[in-house]
Structure formats: structure tokens, C-alpha cells
T-cell receptor, first 113, second 114 residues
Framework: DSGVTQTPKHLITATGQRVTLRCSPR?????VYWYQQSLDQGLQFLIQ???????AKGNILERFSAQQFPDLHSELNLSSLELGDSALYFC????????????FGQGTRLTVV | DQQVKQNSPSLSVQEGRISILNCDYT??????FLWYKKYPAEGPTFLIS?????DKNEDGRFTVFLNKSAKHLSLHIVPSQPGDSAVYFC?????????????FGKGTKLSVIP
């Protein structure tokens, strides 16, 4: 158990809908990262938050947004969903925003039908 | 453009023998490299890392070698055990303003045969 909690574990929704994925980082970790793993793809970095502020942005679509709340949990919002958004979405956390080991949650498997 | 490449999607090794997983990168700015292991239905778990100032890092049965001139790194597992069967991801990062943006390869599925 990495200490990072992601909910829900599985999500099935229709095209055009909006969903919210939730992540609770390890106790004491200030940094949260979101990654997407599509079929046959490696993990793609989406976005990083550090202590409530956006720190880095990767290949995140404009239909996607994220935020980190004062209690340090984070949410990833996916809207106007398309079939191609079906993927595993991982959250990771680390103590700082620098070169420290990140701990990954179990992921949320999103299926868009 | 894939900046981190793991060209072998799968690898089978006999228990007790050495497993060698390879990774190539194209971005010369990468200076920190990590290996993660992933079991089904779990998130990736950090295994070992290496900074570009070193060419080798060892942790128990796991050793990572870095060849900067060839932009190549490898993970050696000796001896391999059935519990090592998992997908192994190579990842890299470049220096930045405190970010931890990792670029991952697509992974190599290791099967250790008892």
C-alpha cells in the first residue's frame, strides 16, 4: 500500500459526459501528479500541483482540468468525454516537488462508452 | 516523438538467471532516471534510480547501469525470482524548477519462469 488513495477504482460513463477523479496523497506529501495510461502507451504526465498551486503541465487536454485543495487532496475533472479518453488515470504524490521518489495510487480505470 | 523507449515489450527469464531490461532515451537534457515496477491492478512502485553523475547504482538484487554517451540504461536483476514478474517502466526527468515531470517508456513485461 503506497498510501495514495484514488477513488473511484472503476468508472464507466458515456461520451459527452463529465467525471471527477479524486486523489488523496500520502500524509505529509505536498506534491500531487496526475498521469494517464492509455492502451499500449506508457504513462503520460498530465499535471502537477504543489501545495495548492499548479507547478507543471504536460500533455493535458483543454477538456481536462485539475485542482489541489487546502487539505492537499486533488481532483482531476474530465469533460466532454470521448472514447479515446478511456484509460487508466494514476495519481502520485511526493513530499516535495523536486527529485524525490513519487508514490503512485492504484489508479482509476475510466471507460467511455 | 517518444523520448524514452523500451524496445522489448516482453522478456522471459528462468528463475535464478539474470534479467536485463533495456531503455534508450533521446532527450540529452534528461539527467535523472528511474525504474518502476507495476503489478496488475496496482500502481507503479519505485524500484531504483540513478543520476547522470553516476554510471551505476545498486540496491540488493537490482542494479541500474547508465551509459550517457549511448543514451542507454539497463536494469539488471540477479538472481531473478518469480515474484519479479511484472511490467517494468523506465522513466526519465530533466532538471527544472522543482517539477517531477517524468517521461515514461511503454514498459517491458518480465516473466520469470520457475
Amino acid at each position: 500500500d503506497s498510501g495514495v488513495t484514488q477513488t473511484p477504482k472503476h468508472l464507466i460513463t458515456a461520451t459527452g459526459q463529465r467525471v471527477t477523479l479524486r486523489c488523496s496523497p500520502r500524509s505529509g506529501d505536498l506534491s500531487v501528479y496526475w498521469y494517464q495510461q492509455s492502451l499500449d502507451q506508457g504513462l503520460q504526465f498530465l499535471i502537477q500541483y504543489y501545495n495548492g498551486e499548479e507547478r507543471a503541465k504536460g500533455n493535458i487536454l483543454e477538456r481536462f482540468s485539475a485542482q489541489q485543495f487546502p487539505d492537499l487532496h486533488s481532483e482531476l475533472n474530465l469533460s466532454s468525454l470521448e472514447l479515446g479518453d478511456s484509460a487508466l488515470y494514476f495519481c502520485a504524490s511526493s513530499e516535495t516537488g523536486g527529485r524525490t521518489e513519487a508514490f503512485f495510487g492504484q489508479g482509476t480505470r475510466l471507460t467511455v462508452v | 516523438d517518444q523520448q524514452v523507449k523500451q524496445n522489448s515489450p516482453s522478456l522471459s527469464v528462468q528463475e535464478g538467471r539474470i534479467s536485463i531490461l533495456n531503455c534508450d532515451y533521446t532527450n540529452s537534457m534528461f539527467d535523472y532516471f528511474l525504474w518502476y515496477k507495476k503489478y496488475p491492478a496496482e500502481g507503479p512502485t519505485f524500484l531504483i534510480s540513478i543520476s547522470s553523475i553516476k554510471d551505476k547504482n545498486e540496491d540488493g538484487r537490482f542494479t541500474v547501469f547508465l551509459n550517457k554517451s549511448a543514451k542507454h540504461l539497463s536494469l539488471h536483476i540477479v538472481p531473478s525470482q518469480p515474484g519479479d514478474s511484472a511490467v517494468y517502466f523506465c522513466a526519465a526527468s530533466a532538471p527544472g524548477a522543482g517539477s517531477y515531470q517524468l517521461t515514461f517508456g511503454k514498459g517491458t513485461k518480465l516473466s520469470v519462469i520457475p
